[in-house]
């Protein structure tokens, strides 16, 4: 007799504990030899700095016990190595450790700062003398300055904005670059590059001579300065003219010139963290690597810099998705690069020259190809004659579907909201799709990767665009035959999850049940509660406050609750400050209240995001039960 599995009910090699156990990669750096390549992985919530060369079979660690994390804003910017020292940051200070000791006194981390605020992208100057960070104390960002072994005091270089982020020195030493904002705008709708002098202060610490402004604005975005080795040019990245594109700045002419980039595809991503590298120098400074993102997709290109001429460069077709590039000065290029059937892995190569090389691998690859299923670009109308865009995972496991039986769909919405979901490898999407479900996820009104213009169009209608395009993707999905349309649901963490509640209110009956993670649920308490980071940030999406107040009551789901009918399961961490858990129990108070079936999950010892292997084992065991018995069982 043949076998039939329901849909959303096949066995699936990807349980809840094997979700626990995959690594996240954050930076990577070479050490200014070329010969050593460090890289920051995470699990369990603790964050280690790897370390290998061409010639050792198995990387190295560094840090002890010590857990690597940046502490500002969103993180990133963790560690960066130079003249064989990694310096980075843990317990709220900077630590140096040799790669290599030749001192038992030396094998042992050792902090150069005390241990007050926040640290995070620290650099090097080039004759290994000084460490320039990023600091952030008592809600004040400032550019900080320390010697190299931590003999003396850090001193302010500059704090005369709201924020910074991503020091450069300049190959003589004598210049830094560095990226400036301030509130209300967040760093991806306005931001300055700043230059200025080196010069030796008193006490003997280097002090900064009179800032200029090379580029940017409040309305123009501009991001991830670089020098060359050399040091005739300055290259950063930049979307004035609306898509974010490679410019490069002779310093000693002053001519700028737009090096990379076109409409249709994007070079630069929003800076919600520290230190992006989505480009970096040649050894020889002829050539600039870059990724180019275009429908989802991204890949590595190289620009010749003195004839402008592009390619893409050869040896990493099976990636879909690359990220974190930098260069050594031997000649080889390090990324995370990920494929829509490969996981997330550090690779590396030498251009034109051989075959890539996996440095590291984040999960065990054991799914077999034929479960795995591959993102399909889809596109669809949305309201008020708009074109929203997503990615359409279908079911692929083992399971043995009755024909004409249609699966099950997830709506997953991103973060952000400013951000966007890549063609890639997703653990957290074939966890659903090895069980029989679609995946839809959907890049909204609001979303990058489409240029500036698209990303803007979310401003004013945060919490009606958004809502809007995950409806109507759900719609289309099903009006295609890829679903059934009697068994959706929906997902998404923080402005996603603002979007899940939205959603729910505005069109009810859509979704047979929504999760919501640590999602926002009241817009007043966001603007007063939320960090220095985001505080103005619904300024531009739905308006300033107190002119705005009408607006902040119609599109906050906790005014609107009454409108639930539908089964909500929520899931916050206890010690979450961007998002405060009691915006989490507002919205439960009120569900109970009306009598909506709904859970409620919180995680002690958990921010913003899961980072601890027992929180991702239970979030995904509570989920996929919330999803049995109110989606395939209602």
């Known amino acids: 007799m043949e076998r039939h599995d329901a849909y959303g009910l096949w066995p699936s090699p990807l349980t809840p504990a094997a979700m626990a156990q995959a690594l996240r990669y954050g930076g990577l750096a070479w050490d200014t030899s070329g010969e050593h390549l460090v890289w920051l992985e995470a699990r369990d919530g603790h964050g280690t700095l790897s370390w290998g060369d061409d010639s050792a079979d198995a990387p190295r660690t560094l840090g002890g016990d010590l857990s690597v994390r940046a502490g500002v804003g969103y993180g990133g910017g963790d560690f960066t190595v130079a003249h064989g020292v990694a310096y980075f940051v843990a317990e709220g200070r900077l630590f140096r450790q040799p790669l290599e000791p030749v001192a038992i006194e030396d094998a042992r981390p050792r902090p150069i700062t005390p241990a007050y605020g926040g640290w995070a992208s620290p650099t090097v100057s080039p004759d290994g003398r000084w460490v320039a960070a990023v600091h952030t104390y008592e809600d004040r960002d400032s550019l900080v300055v320390v010697d190299a072994e931590g003999a003396l005091w850090p001193q302010v270089l500059s704090g005369e904005s709201d924020f910074c982020m991503q020091p450069r020195w300049h190959p003589s030493g004598t210049q830094m670059a560095w990226i400036a904002w301030d509130h209300p705008q967040m760093p991806f709708q306005g931001a300055r590059l700043v230059l200025a002098d080196v010069v030796g202060g008193a006490d003997g610490l280097p002090r900064l001579g009179e800032r200029t402004v090379l580029a940017g604005s409040s309305e123009v975005a501009v991001s991830q300065p670089e020098f060359s080795p050399d040091g005739r040019y300055l290259a950063y990245l930049s979307d004035e003219t609306g898509w974010g594109a490679l410019y490069l700045r002779d310093l000693v002419t002053g001519e700028t010139r737009l090096l990379a980039g076109e409409e249709g595809a994007e070079i630069s991503v929003p ?81 034109r020259r051989g075959p890539e090389r996996v440095r590291a691998r984040s999960e065990q690859e054991t799914l077999p190809p034929a479960a795995i299923s591959i993102p399909q670009p889809v596109r669809w109308p949305s309201t008020d004659g708009r074109e929203a865009y997503g990615l359409f995972f279908p079911p692929r496991g083992a399971g043995r579907p009755t024909e004409g039986e249609r699966p099950p769909l997830l709506v997953r919405v991103h973060g952000g909201p400013t951000s966007q979901v890549f063609a890639e490898y997703s653990a957290a999407v074939q966890f659903f799709t090895t069980r029989g479900y679609a995946v839809l996820e959907v890049n909204y009104c609001g979303s990058t990767g489409y240029g500036r213009a698209y990303a803007q169009g979310l401003c004013g209608a945060w919490g009606l665009a958004d809502a809007d395009d995950a409806v109507t993707g759900a719609r289309y999905i099903a009006e295609q035959g890829w679903a059934d ?76 609750a009454d409108q639930i009918r539908d089964p909500v399961a929520v899931f916050q ?27 409620y999950h919180v995680y002690p010892g958990e921010g913003h995001g899961w980072r601890r292997a027992a929180t991702i084992e239970q979030f995904y065991t509570a989920a996929l039960s919330f999803l049995t018995r109110h989606v395939l069982y209602a």
Request: charged share 20%; aromatic share 10%; with cysteine.
């Open 271 to 351: 800076a919600w963290v520290q230190d992006m590298r989505t480009y970096a120098w040649s050894a020889d400074g002829e050539a600039i690597y870059y990724c180019r993102h275009a429908e989802g997709y991204a890949h590595l290109w190289a620009v010749h810099v003195a004839s402008g001429r592009r390619f893409m460069v050869p040896g990493l077709e099976t990636y879909s998705h690359i990220a974190q590039v930098v260069a050594s000065p031997g000649g080889q290029v390090a990324c995370v690069a990920t494929g829509t059937a490969v996981p997330r892995r550090i690779v590396s190569l030498r251009p």
């Open 573 to 599: 961490g206890e010690e979450d400050r961007v998002v405060p858990k009691e915006q989490a129990e507002a919205i439960v108070a009120a569900l109970r209240r009306n009598g909506v079936p709904h859970e």
């Open 485 to 560: 349309p009697d068994r959706m649901a929906i997902m998404g963490g923080s402005a996603g999850g603002y979007t899940v509640l939205q959603s729910l209110i505005r069109y009810p009956g859509v979704f047979r049940a929504g999760l919501c993670l640590y999602g926002v649920v009241d817009l007043f308490a966001l603007a007063a509660d939320t960090h220095k980071f985001e505080r103005h940030y619904t300024d531009s999406l739905v308006g300033p406050l107190p002119a705005a107040a009408a607006v902040y009551r119609e599109r906050s789901p906790l005014f609107h």
